[in-house]
Nanobody, 115 residues
Framework: QVQLVESGGGLVQAGGSLRLSCAASGHFRSDYAMGWYRQAPGNQRELVAKITSTGTTIYTDSVKGRFIISRDYAKDTLYLQMNSLKPEDTAVYYC?????????WGQGTQVTVSS
């Protein structure tokens, strides 16, 4: 099993920044791909950003140029730097890790952006 624990969410004004962290433990390996997803009330969970084991990144169009995903392989930690936040970024943000069809999720952290 792999455990994922997110932190860093909170309340911020529009235009502000937050940095989310996700600490992986258990049977986690550095060859897992990792990602951030979010789910707003009434909406489906959507991919925000993903980073492969080799560092390749992808972003959903709405966050390109504002969010940066990164990982610290030595600390088994995933990050999401969120800049120029907008009210529509308000959601619960989930950390995810996958490898060979095995899929793990964190419990989520709330991000609220006030206008």
């Amino acid at each position: 099993q792999v455990q994922l624990v997110e932190s860093g969410g909170g309340l911020v004004q529009a235009g502000g920044s937050l940095r989310l962290s996700c600490a992986a433990s258990g049977h986690f390996r550095s060859d897992y791909a990792m990602g951030w997803y979010r789910q707003a009330p009434g909406n489906q969970r959507e991919l925000v950003a993903k980073i492969t084991s080799t560092g390749t990144t992808i972003y959903t169009d709405s966050v390109k140029g504002r969010f940066i995903i990164s990982r610290d392989y030595a600390k088994d930690t995933l990050y999401l730097q969120m800049n120029s936040l907008k009210p529509e970024d308000t959601a619960v943000y989930y950390c995810q890790a996958d490898r060979f069809g095995n899929d793990y999720w964190g419990q989520g952290t709330q991000v609220t952006v006030s206008s």
